[in-house]
Structure formats: C-alpha cells, structure tokens
C-alpha cells in the first residue's frame, strides 16, 4: 500500500522544481519580484488568446474553458502543479489499495459552494455518477473502469474500478474530477457555482472575463482582490495591450513579438514547458504510409533542429511522449537529419516520386508547412498542403481518416493511449505496444507504469508511428509588479491562488 | 425562400459543433451522444420548421456552442457594426458628393479627367489593401490612430471608440465613396443636359449655380437609391473589415461561428442580415415616393 498525503505531493512538486530549474539555469528566468509590498486590494490582469466558448466545462472540451476555470472556480478531489504532478485539493489525503482497486478519499474541513452550500461527499458521489453514467459529460471514457462511488461517511468518499487504471487519479485532476452542487440548477454555460477561491463576476462576450476573490473561501485567501482576462485573439494586438500597459501578464506570446516586448523594459519573458506535441501524423493504415520505410524516410528528410528554430518556442520531441508526462526518454537516437538515407530508402520502397498530402487546420499558419515542403522537396517528396478549417480538419482526418499526412498541435497531457488504439486516426495498429499499454495502465506503481510506458513509446518512435516536429513552449510577458504566475503548462492550467501583485 | 437557401447551404460544410465540443480525445460514441443531446440528429425538416418556427414567434434561438441567445449577441455586436457602417457611409456620401460634382463641373479639363481617374482607380481597390495602407500611414507612420482593436469599455468611453472605428470606416468609405462619387459624376452630366437647367441658366443664372440649384436636386434621388445599394456593399465590406482591424462586431462573429460550425447561430444571423438589406430596399422605395411626386401620383 502506498500513500500519499497533500503536504508530500506538494514536496515532491517542490523538489521537482528545483531539480528543473537547476537544470535549465540560464534559459529563462523567474518573474522578477517587485520590491513593493504586495497589494491585497489589487486586480491582475491577464491577457488571453483563445476566448471559451461557454463556461460549461461539464460538457465543452477545451483549453480555454479548463485554463481559467479548474482551481480557480471549481475544484476536485485531487489537482495537478505545473509540473503534472498530483496533489489533493478538495481532498485533504487519498490513498489507493494495494490492488490499485479502492481509492479513499478524506475531504477538507468548511468547503462550501459559492452560494454557500457545504459541500459533503454526496455531492462528490452525484457528480462523479454523472461523469460515469452519462456519455455527454467530459470524461465519461476515462470513467470506463469505475465500478461504485460510494460516501460511507460526510467526508469520505471511496471509488471501486473493476480493474487498476494508472491514469484514473490524473484524469481527476481534470473536468471529470470536478465536484458540483448535487441537483444544482445552475446554467453552467454562463454561470457557475464552484468551491473555489475565486468566483466569476462578469462575462462580456468577445472581450473580458473577471473573477473576484472569494472571501469564504475554505482554504488559504487568494493574494489579488481580482482578476481581468481579456481575450485578444490578434496576437500583434495582444502585444500593443501589454505595451500600452492594459495587461500586466501576457501569455501565449508569438516568438516573433517576444522582443518587442523584452526591449520596452517592462516585462520579463518566462519560457514554460508544455505537453504540445506538434504532432505530424502519418495515416498507418494507407498506401504508401503502411511502409515502415516510407515513414521513417519522411522522418529522416526532416530537419527537426532548423524546425525548432523557425518554430521560436519549442524543444524537439523523438517521440510520443513529452517530458512533462509518465514515460518520457530522450529518444533522440531513433532518428536523425539525412536526406540521402531518406532517397535510399524512398527508392528502397519503390517510392521515389512521391506525391503526398498534408492536411492543417489553417489556424496554424504556414511556417511549419513551409518547410515541410521543402524539406521533402530535397528528398523528391512532393508535399500538397492543404489548409482546412478545423471542424473540417475533424470531419476529414479524425472523424473520417481521409488523409496522408495531418499536423495537430495534440496539447493533451497523457495521451500516449491514442497509439495503442488502432482505431485513432493515426491508424496504428501494434499489438505490442497496446500489450504494453494495457499493463501500464493496470500496473499499481506508478514508476512501473512510466517504464512500461517509456518502453511502449520507444517501440512506437522506432516504428515511426508519426513524427514529432517538437514539443512547444509558451512564452508568457510577466510585469515586475507581478509575483507567483505560474509558468509552465498554462496553456491548460493557470492557478491563480499564489499571484499578487505590488503596490506602484 | 431565403432561409430555406441559407439553411440547406449551410448544411454541405463538412465537420459539425458536436464534434468541435466533444474535441479529439472524445470516443465516436461521445460524439454522437452530443449530437444526440444538440439535437443535430433529427431529421433535416425538423431542424428547418424548428428554426424558421422561433424565427416568426420573433426567436432567433441559442447558440449552440455557447447558450446564449443568437438576439442579444446581435444587438450586441451590432453596437460595433452598425456606428461602423453609417460612419462609412458618411464618409462615403463626403466624399462622393463633392467630388462627383467637381468632377462632372470640370468635364473636358485636366482636373475632371484627374478625378475620374482617381475615382476610378481607388473603385478598384480592394477593402482589405486599402486597410492595410491606412494603418500604415496612420498608425504606424503618423501614431495618430489605434491600428486595431475596439476599447474594451466600448461606448462608455466615445471617444476612444469613435477614434477606433475611424481608420476602418475610412477604409470601406473611401472605396464605396470613390465608386460612389462616379455614379454622382455622370448623374450630374445627365442633369447639366435636362430642359430645365438649361432654362435655369437662360433665365440668367450661371451654368454652375443652375446645376446646383436645380441640377443636383433631381438627381438626388437616384443617389439615394444607389446609396440603398451600397448598404450591401458596407455589410459585407464590414465583414473583411472586422477581420483586418480585429473589430468585435457582426461580420467577426459570422466568420468565427462559421469556423465553429454553430449552424443556428450563423443561419439567424444570415437571416437577419438578408431581411436588413431588404428593408433598407423597401425604405429607399418609400423615400422615393415621398420626394418625387410624380411616383405618387402614378401608384
């Protein structure tokens, strides 16, 4: 039996950082503090990119809707820091059975809605139901293996799987973990009734998002009075708001304007860790790509570090999974840059004037485009790039698995299963690293499991399932009035509880 | 029979907004669990008579994607688009009407052909070029305009919002008014032909004041209903407009739900867009009937 209590989550979180941070000294460093004393009475604004589309983050997938909302509106049992490890939230301690079958939850004392309800392990039991009982609710699938959710007292809860599933406790760190209100009548989509520190105030569509502090919050008091989101889809805009000084914090920062921004003087640039893969999928199941040859051709004539440097905010990645999740290794010894093994082997597979097709959803633009066609061009691959609308993108590739090549920006965490299902659109199909797969994810120790998984995607790299154009960073302009913004993995996690802001 | 045309037309987009929702870890069967609960799954007729149903009880529906009501989000934008359209339909009509009977005065001479020329060439411009260049001299050049966005206060601060839509209505103003300003022209030289011009001028005013005064009277009115046109002209030239300066206002949103496949939200939108244009054309047969008198007495 294993377990592990908040305050040991929260040291291994803190030693991971340090190790980090160690690690990349020199690369990016930390907001610089403020010399004036923190104002409690302060609002922080922060701007956006991608607007949500509704609140309801219940039923809506998306970055934009988990980015803001979880932790700082709604809660769950357990969370996740910046560095993807899990901690409790609501629940003050959990332990997992020896068998990996029973988690025991233990919740925190005087948690309480919005609207001033208590929370108790009912309501835990009726939203976890819903997530499992019903297909329309995020998460349903990560819920497959729950077998009971039961409340043997007010603060307990205790979830049965039928077998053991190492990412079940991440998958609560996620909208499915989230607690609501048992029969809450609420319209999510516009409004909200969480447990968290912060609560919404107004939703001016197109433009802002404020939340205000919470000041029955259960836990510790957030260290602003407020918050200001504003989305600004335009990414030059977004960097004429910083300049002009209506947001103190600017994320998503375009590689290009970073500089722009660190010559004004009055932003520090933070470069953060993600879980982007920029993933350029090749369809397994099809002529000519059915070719282990022909994919590892591709890879080849593919130069990854010219890539990561036209790109201004990545690292390269060799395969499936991102050093952020379970499982990573540097898997740079799979493949290289050479094109003339690439032409070998093209002609190898009797494929030397090949005509390809890759398909992007146009929001991405064409600097990653552009190089791939003349990259292939050099090894006699002809690439037609075909830019479509995302819905389009999803109809076609996802849905339909109508393509050659495909580029997606897969920004999940901990979605490495999508190669051990044969019927994704990647369309591979080995029974090894689903074999592999499947035991990781039943395997109770979770550093069994990362080996497992570690094995698992060397197989799928060596096999050149797909190619890793890189793993993205975000860059985020942070004011010197600012303290404590979070700065790796904010593109699905911006934890505003430690924030502040000095006092001009 | 347009709501029928636009229903079916957005009908052939590939890709739908349950799927957009449900995102790329979603199952098959999440998907169509989604489009079962949104109600995309009835047949086609249902969908129809459901729509154009709210749309005669006054109902534009909800989006799909966020819930909120199709009607209020139009009011909404349209606080951006609408200011946007008549400030470059002023500035069109400033443009156009001196210009046009400038040009028209000063026929045959250098200066008329200058202006027919230039009129011409600005017509042929497209909106989006001619944005670009005036953000460039204005913005980037002179630092006298905000080169994009729309203050986040809106109309609760006019001035920042007015100084925001300047440099976009003066976009679709100069090109509507350059093409304005040639119809003005050659409606002018009709009227410097008319008996009563020249009678004007025969009883002893000059040729130019005779044009003024009783010219350009009687060609107002098919000014007027070139500018009814032109209405169309500004939607849609607000749409690329919206796009360039990154406005918050109707033709934004149309592209943005288009990209989200929020199929009610679009075909609402469309609807009332079409049934906008419609009435400005039955206000300018009105404003005919009122000031030519010979219209009335015909009906």
């Known amino acids: 039996m294993f377990r592990r209590t908040r305050r040991l989550a929260l040291i291994s979180a803190l030693a991971a950082t340090a190790v980090i941070l160690s690690a990349c000294s020199g690369t990016a460093e930390p907001a610089a503090t403020s010399t004036g ?108 293996s729950v077998a009971s959710i039961t409340a043997p007292d007010a603060t307990t809860v205790e979830i049965v799987l039928s077998k053991p599933d190492q990412n079940f406790l991440f998958s ?303 860059i985020t302009a942070v004011s010197p009035l600012v303290s404590g913004f979070p700065k790796d993995s904010i593109n699905s996690r911006i934890n505003l509880a430690g924030v502040t802001v000095a006092a001009e | 029979m347009s709501s029928v045309v636009i229903f079916l037309t957005l009908r052939v987009f590939p890709g739908d907004v349950a799927q957009l929702i449900a995102g790329t870890q979603a199952s098959p069967s999440e998907v169509e669990a989604l489009r079962e609960s949104l109600g995309l799954n009835r047949p086609l007729i249902t969908q129809y008579t459901d729509w154009i149903g709210g749309i005669v009880r006054g109902d534009l529906g909800t989006s799909l994607l966020s819930g909120a009501s199709v009607g209020e989000e139009l009011f909404l934008k349209a606080q951006v688009t609408v200011p946007l359209g008549i400030m470059a339909l002023l500035i069109a009509v400033l443009i156009a009407v001196p210009f046009g009977i400038l040009a028209a005065l000063l026929r045959g001479r250098r200066g008329g052909t200058a202006l027919s020329v230039g009129a011409q060439a600005l017509a042929a411009v497209p909106v989006v070029w001619a944005g670009m260049m005036l953000i460039v001299v204005f913005s980037v050049w002179l630092g006298w305009l905000p080169p994009q966005g729309f203050p986040r206060t809106g109309w609760s601060t006019p001035g920042k919002a007015i100084e925001a839509l300047l440099l976009p209505a003066l976009t679709i103003g100069i090109v509507e008014g350059a093409m304005l300003m040639r119809f003005v022209r050659s409606a002018t030289l009709q009227a410097a032909g008319q008996d009563f011009v020249r009678t004007a001028a025969a009883k002893g005013l000059t040729r130019t004041r005779a044009l003024i005064l009783h010219g350009i009277p009687a060609v107002g009115l098919s000014i007027i209903t070139v500018l009814g046109l032109q209405v169309a002209g500004i939607i849609v030239g607000s749409v690329v407009i919206e796009q360039l300066f990154t406005l918050p206002g109707i033709g934004r949103m149309l592209v943005a739900d288009v990209g989200t496949r929020d199929l009610i939200k679009v075909q609402s939108e469309l609807l009332v867009l079409t049934g906008f244009v419609l009435v400005i054309g039955f206000l300018v047969d009105l404003l005919h009937r009122t000031i030519d008198p010979r219209q009335r007495e015909s009906a």
């Open chain 1, 37 to 144: 004393e923190p104002d409690a009475d302060a609002t922080l604004t922060v701007g956006l990119v991608l607007e949500p589309t509704n609140l309801d983050i219940r039923h809506t997938s998306g970055a934009a809707i988990e980015q803001i909302l979880i932790d700082n509106i709604y809660e769950g049992l357990v969370t996740r820091t910046q560095e993807n490890e899990i901690e409790g939230r609501l629940a003050s301690d959990y332990e997992v059975s020896a068998d990996g079958l029973t988690y025991t939850f233990t919740l925190n004392d005087g948690i309480a809605f919005h609207d001033g309800t208590a929370l108790t392990s009912a309501d835990v039991v009726s939203s976890y139901e819903t997530v499992r009982t019903d297909a329309t609710v995020q998460g349903n699938a990560e819920f497959a």
């Open chain 1, 172 to 474: 609560l760190t996620g909208p499915a973990g989230l607690v609501f209100k048992t029969g809450d009548t609420t319209d999510l989509k516009t409004a909200e009734n969480g447990t968290g520190p912060f609560t919404l105030t107004r939703w001016n569509k197109g433009s802002t998002i404020t939340f205000a502090r919470n000041d029955a919050y259960w836990g510790e008091p957030t260290g602003v009075a407020g918050v200001e989101f504003q989305y600004i889809p335009d990414f030059t805009a977004g960097v004429n708001a910083a300049l002009a000084g209506d947001v103190q914090v600017l994320t998503a920062v375009d590689p290009n304007l970073a500089p722009q921004l660190e010559d004004s003087g009055d932003f520090t640039l933070t470069k953060g860790r993600t879980t982007d893969k920029a993933t350029l999928a090749f369809n397994n199941a099809k002529a000519p790509l059915d070719d282990v040859r022909v994919r590892e051709a591709l890879r080849l004539a593919i130069d990854h570090d010219a890539l990561v440097e036209a790109v201004g905010a990545g690292t390269p990645l060799y395969g499936p999974i991102p050093e952020l999740d379970p499982g990573y290794e540097d898997l740079s010894d799979v493949i290289s840059y050479d094109p003339e093994k690439a032409k070998e082997l093209l002609a190898e597979a009797g494929q030397e004037d090949l005509e390809l097709s890759l398909k992007i959803p146009s929001f991405y633009g064409t600097t990653v485009p552009k190089l791939l066609i003349s990259d292939f061009n050099k090894v006699g691959v002809t690439l037609d790039v075909d830019s479509v609308e995302f819905p389009t993108w999803l109809e076609d590739v996802y849905t339909n698995h109508d393509y050659d090549l495909s580029f997606v920006l897969h920004v999940e965490p901990r979605d490495f299963g999508n190669f051990a299902n044969p019927d994704y659109y990647f369309g591979y199909d080995n029974a090894e690293v689903q074999d592999l797969y499947t035991q990781a994810q039943s395997e109770v120790d979770p550093d069994k499991s990362a080996e497992l998984l570690a094995k698992a995607a060397r197989i799928v790299s060596e096999d050149h399932a797909a190619d890793w154009l890189y793993n993205g960073e975000t």
